[in-house]
Each structure stands twice: as C-alpha cells, then as structure tokens.
C-alpha cells in the first residue's frame, strides 16, 4: 500500500483488509472494518487539540494502540510511557515535552495522575456509528511519536520521529520481510517500546495481519497457543525463557512462521535449539532514531551471527576501522528522526560497533561504550567472553568489565558456595580465549544484575555499584545494601536512609529484605530484634 501518514495506513488498511480479525482478545475479536469506528470514538476527545503531546501509559491491550492512532488522527504527538516509570519520571518527561495529556488504563490511573489531564480507557464509550467527523490535517512532515532513549532520567536523549520518518521505515520492511496477512502477531514486548509498539504494530497492520496482546512472559506459552499465533517479536531473554516450555513449541512449531529477535544480540545456540524445534527465529537491527529498523534477516538473506542485510532506505557505512576491520556504525536515511534537545547532523552515529561482510551482511561486535581498550590497546568486546560463562550451567547471568585494566567478570549463580566449581569452568574458557581476553578476575553474587524493559544489562550503573561495593571490602554493610537496593528499586541507598520514608519500602518490602538477610548471614531476628529496624543501618546492628 502507498500511503505518507500512519493515518493514511489506518485508512487503507480498514478498507483493504475489511473484515478480516484485526484484534484477537480473550472476550471477543475486532475486524479491520471496525477500526476507524474505534479510533474516532478516542480521537474525538482530543478534537479540540492540535501538536499537543499526549501520553500512552498501560499495560498491553489492543485499547494501547487505538489510542496511539486517535492521538495522530486528530493531529497530536504521541509520547509512549515505560508502565514501569515511577511518578517522578514522568513528571520529569512531561515538563520537558509540555504534556498535557495522557491515556492510561485503571490500572495505571494513580500513577498517570501526575500528568494534568487522563483519559482512562475503561471510561470512553465506543460509538462504531460515528461518521463525518473532521479531524485536523496531518502532514508528513508532522511529529507523529516523541520517545525518550537510555532511560527516563534527565539526560535521557528525546527522539522525535515524524509520520515520514516511521513510513519510510515500513516501506523499506515491507519490500523484504517474511510477515503476510496469514499472521497472526502476539504482542509480547511492552508496546511502550518501538520494537513492539511502532516496528510489530505497524507492520502488522500494513500487511493485513492479526494481533493479539499479553503481560508478562509467564502468559506467552499459554497465549501462543490459544490465540494461534504463527509471529511474535522478542528480545534474547524472552526467547531463552521460552526454550523452558519445550513440548508446547513444539506443539505449535508447523504453524509459527517465524520469531523475530531484537533489542539485544542473541546467541547463536538459542538460534540452533529453536531451529531443532521446527521454529525459525531471524534477528534484526534496529534504534529509536530509526524509526526503528536498519537491517532484517529474511528466507532469503540469512547468516548465522548477523542481524541480515540492511532494509532499503537505509545508508549504512562503517567508520573508523581497526586492525580487524571493526568500526563505528553511522546512518543515513528518511527513516531517520532528530533529537529534540539537540543540534542534529546529516548522519546517526549510533555508538555500536560492527562490520560488513563480502556478502553484505551486517554484524554487531558491540557497543562503543562498553568496549573494553586495555593499555596495550587490545580491544574486548564484554558480550563476547559473557556468552561463554553463560553456558556454565551454575550460572544465571554475568557481565564483564575492566577492573583497573583487569578483566572481570561478575557472575549471578543460586549459591555463593558454587565458587570452586565456576572458577573452575572459567580457567576453562581461558585456555579457549587470546591472552589479552582471559578473565583475571570473578566475582560471585545472588541478587541479579539491573537491566532495562528489554533486558539488557545496566553496564555503567552495576559496574558503578561494583566499585562502591569493593570500597567496602566485601563488608556485611555492602551486601545488605544490596539487598535492599534489589528490593526498593533506589539507585542511591545510604545506611542512615529510613525504610519506609525515605526508601518507600512497605511492610511487605521489609519482611523480604529481613527475610533476605536472615537467608544469606544465617541468622535468625527475633520479633524484638524486628521492631527495631527502622533504618538500613539497624539491619546491620542486628547481626553484629
């Protein structure tokens, strides 16, 4: 379909696909004919508008993406919101982009009430008999989504993406990729994020496809079968965790067109064992400010290892080579958008690392920020060696890192007693590894490692921890601010910080971090002892 605008998609798809299922949900089903009716119903509370910013914050449901598309129709901006964000950050995204405005969900109305105006989902009535209605002319060159990159914090970078730049994008998928109007599409990743909410939606509904929606991975092996889905697009962690449910992949193997990867780079083993299953599982490229896909794999164009070849549309050159031809990955494009806060160049520079092979395919080495430059100027790639020590099946997780110009490597196992076995298997995969690559170093730990909505790890916030954590020599006072820090969610956490009023534990937070410590020191509080604790600091004189 041609079409300039994401509300041109909208129209053309409603006629085009007509009655076929749109929306698959657990109480009934909704026709592409029976899209523009519920669009209109949302978009007519925001007729008086016009350029204004307006927020999206719930959890995934099919009433997530009508209001994305009520917000464009009656000519506003879209800015997805993280449902996990806390009250302060989105505060901090609403007064730096002026909105007003928010859609939530009952469930996310408290939260969302720091914003001046919410339209709650459950509350607008659907009127599928509504017609002639006059909604403002959007343009192409109109911001259609503002999101924000890198977190939620304020040097979080603002990205917007105009209705040229997201079409673009589909246009140059749509020449390529495998997904037909056959599909049925399980919206798995938050939508609130562009590989879910602007690269599966938007290409979905360009084909003629169907969708349905979950939350929490626990619901994706009962909802691929129940809503008979053939696609669904992941990051690595997602697809790892459903190798667990073996019998009901294969169960649903002859139907499943394809899974799709991004996000984060994915193991070539977890491509080998889903190949074993009958499922195909390709890998992608992409970023925000690309609205967001730079290279797909495809039937036709696939490689063990790469993220397939570059979509039409899109320009990429690698910059800067070294020694082994691993340089700095920069684009060009219509695709691209801009940076509000900021002077924008002709080009995206994108900080990832990577290559191009003779064959045109585009490899990832990773990100230019976590590249390790030892003195001598060997350069280590972190995922590299973390894809080895993740195969020791005492391990759940692990990050590398330089430690003073060693090679470290912090590893999350069940049992602090494992230690002699782990080292054991890391000497092991030194002895496979270049000199310059050997971990010097391993650090053992319970608690996980702090990742992002789509998984990937915190680098510069654990490596951080880990130093402040080293200060303390391994002392009890580090290891209960841990603790405390993995059950509060604060970044920040001081000894004399009160439980409740300055941490916001509540009593069932206490109980786990008290539950915790008694697991880990061996030790038992009496109900005395207990009534006590009112501060991190009184945790620590309970076991001295």
């Excluded at 105006?117 to 403002?136: H, R």
């Excluded at 060159?141 to 673009?168: P, Q, W």
């Excluded at 994008?169 to 056959?182: F, S």
């Amino acid at each position: 379909m041609e079409f300039n605008t994401i509300c041109e998609l909208v129209d053309k798809a409603t006629t085009k696909y007509g009655r076929k299922t749109l929306y698959k949900t657990e109480t009934k089903n909704f026709s592409y004919k029976e899209l523009n009716a519920l669009v209109d119903s949302y978009a007519i509370n925001l007729n008086s508008l016009k350029g204004e910013k307006i927020g999206i914050l719930s959890e995934n449901r099919f009433e997530w993406e009508i209001a994305f598309f009520a917000i464009l129709k009656s000519g506003n901006i879209v800015v997805p919101l993280d449902k996990s964000l806390t009250q302060e950050e989105i505060q901090n995204i609403s007064s730096r982009v002026n909105m007003k405005y928010v859609f939530t969900s009952k469930n996310y109305v408290e939260k969302a009430s720091v914003v001046a105006n919410t339209i709650v989902f459950e509350n607008i009535k659907i009127d599928t008999k509504m017609k002639n209605i006059n909604f403002a002319e959007v343009k192409p060159e109109d911001i259609a989504v503002i999101c924000f990159t890198s977190g939620t914090t304020s040097k979080s970078k603002a990205v917007s993406l105009t209705h040229k730049n997201i079409c673009a994008n589909i246009h140059g998928v749509e020449k390529i990729y495998d997904l037909t109007m056959d599909d049925t599409c399980l919206a798995a990743m938050p939508l609130s994020h562009v590989l879910e909410g602007l690269f599966n939606m938007l290409n979905c509904i360009n084909v003629g496809a169907s969708r349905a929606h979950i939350n929490g991975v626990e619901n994706i092996a009962d909802a691929l079968g129940k809503y008979k889905v053939t696609y669904m697009g992941a990051v690595p962690a997602v697809l790892d965790y459903l190798l667990n449910y073996e019998e009901e992949l294969k169960h649903i193997a002859k139907r499943v067109n394809m899974f799709m990867c991004g996000g984060a780079k994915l193991n070539n083993e977890t491509v080998n064992s889903y190949a074993k299953l009958g499922i195909k599982v390709i890998q992608g490229y992409g970023l925000t400010e690309c609205s967001p896909v730079v290279s797909l794999e495809t039937d036709k164009y696939h490689k063990l290892g790469s993220v397939g070849k570059v979509i039409p549309g899109v320009e990429v050159t690698i910059r800067n080579l070294d020694e082994d031809g691993i340089g700095q990955i920069v684009l060009k494009g219509e695709s691209i958008g801009n940076y509000l806060e900021e002077n924008n160049n002709s080009c995206l520079q994108t900080g990832d690392l990577g290559y191009i092979d003779d064959e045109g395919y585009l490899f990832i080495s990773g990100r230019q920020q976590d590249m390790i430059v030892l003195q001598n100027g060997k350069k280590v790639f972190p995922e590299e060696i973390e894809t080895l020590v993740n195969k020791i099946d005492l391990v759940k997780e692990s990050m590398v890192y330089d430690n003073n110009g060693k090679i470290s490597v912090v590893i999350v196992t069940d049992n602090l007693n494992n230690r002699d076995k782990i080292e054991e298997k890391v000497k092991r995969i030194n002895n496979l590894l270049p000199i310059f690559k050997r971990i010097q170093n391993v650090e053992l730990r319970i608690e996980p490692l702090e990742r992002t909505t789509l998984g990937k790890i915190k680098r510069n916030k654990e490596v951080s921890d880990n130093r402040k954590l080293e200060e303390l020599n391994g002392s009890k006072e580090a290891k209960i601010i841990a603790i405390v820090k993995d059950q509060t969610k604060k970044n920040e956490i001081n000894l004399t910080d009160r439980l409740i009023e300055d941490l916001g534990a509540d009593s069932l937070d206490i109980a786990t971090i008290l539950c915790k410590v008694q697991k880990k020191f061996g030790v038992k509080f009496t109900r005395e002892q207990k009534s006590v604790i009112k501060k991190v600091k009184d945790i620590i004189s309970q076991i001295k």
